[in-house]
Every structure is written in structure tokens, then in C-alpha cells.
């Protein structure tokens, strides 16, 4: 796959698998991993610096918890991080919708 395309989606897939719980960076790249049946990989230089620009743009809240013995920093989503996530899968949805019509392609949905 061309990272280029990724680029741009990834923070929208971080807030989605931050939206069903906190969660840590570990724990998010392998859920992104198994949704995607193995078709995105997020590695620590892209997935920590999209956490940090998250953090940054108050979409997500972070905080430290211990479990078994290991301080892991977990993420939240604030509420404007939901709004974010809300407009960012409408855009999504728009430029899918588009980019199908002028390949040619039926969209599935």
C-alpha cells in the first residue's frame, strides 16, 4: 500500500479505536491491525507522533495507569475529539463516495 494514502487516515483511526474505550498505543496499533484483517500497520513513527499532534489539538486526553506492574500511558477522547471523529468519517464517506464514482466502482455500503 503507498503510505501516502495512510497518511491522512491516520489519526481518523486512531480517534475511532480511541471512541470505544481508553486505550494505549500498543493496544491501538493492534486493534487498527486486526480490523484491517492486517492491511494497515501503524509503526511508533507514525503513531506516536499522531497521538501527540491529538493530544496537542485537545481531541484526545491522556493519562498514566499501572497494569500488572507496568505504567502505560492511555488515551481518551475528549468530546471535541468525537466531534472530530463524527466529521472526519462524513469526509471520509464524501471522498470514498467520490473517488468510487469516478473509478467506476460500486460503492458497498
Known sequence: MDSR????AVET???EV???GPSYGYEIAQTVTSRSAGYFELKEGSLYPALHRLEQQKLVTAFWQEVEGR??????LSSA??????ARKAEWQAFATGVQGVL??????
Open 18 to 20: 480511541i471512541s470505544q
Open 104 to 109: 467506476g466502482l460500486q460503492f458497498a455500503g
Open 5 to 8: 494514502l495512510l497518511w491522512g
Open 13 to 15: 483511526l486512531i480517534l
Open 81 to 86: 475529539g468525537l466531534k472530530a471523529l463524527h
Open 71 to 76: 505504567r502505560r500511558k492511555y488515551y481518551k
